[in-house]
């Protein structure tokens, strides 16, 4: 078998109480998962809940993947992310982006007229307070007179969220780790990495480590992928950005249904299904194609069949794959 990446878990669920993440930080910390990831959440925000699961006794390694920028300052990012590392003691991924454009209309009155410049800017700042320097930043979007009071903490590296070319390069002259989902390894090795590498290159610095968020169920007699593809995904699916990059890595799902263009994601290998060791097999794709870390999403499964169907599958598959 070829060399598998990292894996790591992602919350399948957006929490409602923090005791609802303990079961996962416990999987993360007796398991070889390297890191529990949370996406956005309108519900417990992951810096509070991860936050909470340190103080229940579960300090595990985490990643925030992603959260959106017009929800807070980047001034307030990175308290937060310096505040989580703190709290924890453990490596963090801060991971950022713009979101949806609808999503940038709601809360800011218009949507960025450049996300990358948006991006581009968020980070600056965010690495500039990391980093202790006293910044006097003026830009298009955003603005930071001042500089956070020193700490030492464990690492914090910054993410952004990548979907298409143009993302990834921006990733590969400023991130620390480009953060996709729903990526099929093709588009992955074929579109995103050549991007990334360029981006590094232009910017004389070293190529961002890549986390892909992989959806996946194990195959069982009673399942219908394609299902499985759409409890989990169906916001994505409908979003024009994720019907662009899809479209562009093979998968049209534009014109479809639910039910159809999920069977085209399972078909395109942008839903991953097959029983362990075909799972394995699918993930070393992964690794091929450029990816350093893979986060086991099962978000569908805990859709349609429960959070403890979704919690057996993330230990049979960690336990193929380690």
């Not at 590392?85 to 991924?93: F, I, K, N």
Request: glycine content about 10%; aromatic content about 6%; proline content about 9%.
């Amino acid at each position: 078998m070829s060399a598998l990446p990292a894996c790591s878990v992602l919350l399948p669920f957006l929490p409602r109480r923090p005791e609802q993440l303990l079961p996962y930080a416990a999987l993360v910390e007796w398991t070889a998962a390297e890191r529990l990831w949370q996406g956005q959440s309108l519900l417990v925000e992951p810096f509070q809940g991860f936050a909470a699961a340190a103080g229940s006794g579960f300090r595990v390694p985490t990643g925030t993947g992603v959260t959106l920028m017009p929800l807070r300052h980047p001034y307030e990012a990175a308290h937060q992310a310096r505040s989580l590392a703190l709290t924890t003691g453990e490596p963090v991924v801060a991971g950022f982006g713009p979101g949806a454009r609808s999503f940038q209309r709601s809360l800011l009155g218009a949507p960025y007229a450049s996300p990358l410049t948006a991006a581009r800017e968020y980070l600056t700042v965010v690495r500039g307070l990391l980093e202790g320097r006293n910044l006097s930043f003026s830009g298009t979007y955003f603005s930071c007179e001042g500089a956070m009071t020193p700490a030492v903490t464990p690492r914090i590296e910054l993410g952004l969220g990548v979907l298409r070319p143009g993302m990834a390069r921006l990733a590969g002259q400023i991130a620390d780790v480009a953060i996709t989902w729903l990526t099929p390894a093709s588009y992955l090795k074929e579109t995103l990495v050549p991007a990334l590498r360029a981006g590094a290159e232009e910017a004389g610095r070293p190529v961002p480590r890549v986390t892909a968020m992989v959806p996946m169920a194990l195959r069982a007699p009673d399942r219908d992928p394609a299902e499985l593809v759409v409890a989990g995904n169906a916001p994505h699916m409908r979003a024009p950005h994720y019907i662009d990059m899809l479209r562009t890595g093979g998968i049209d799902i534009s014109g479809d249904e639910l039910p159809a263009a999920g069977k085209r994601m399972v078909e395109g290998k942008a839903f991953l299904h097959g029983d362990p060791g075909e799972l394995a097999g699918l993930l070393a794709e992964y690794r091929e194609a450029g990816a350093d870390e893979v986060v086991l999403n099962l978000t569908g499964v805990c859709n349609v069949h429960g959070p403890k169907a979704a919690m057996s599958e993330l230990k049979t598959i960690l336990a193929a794959v380690a």
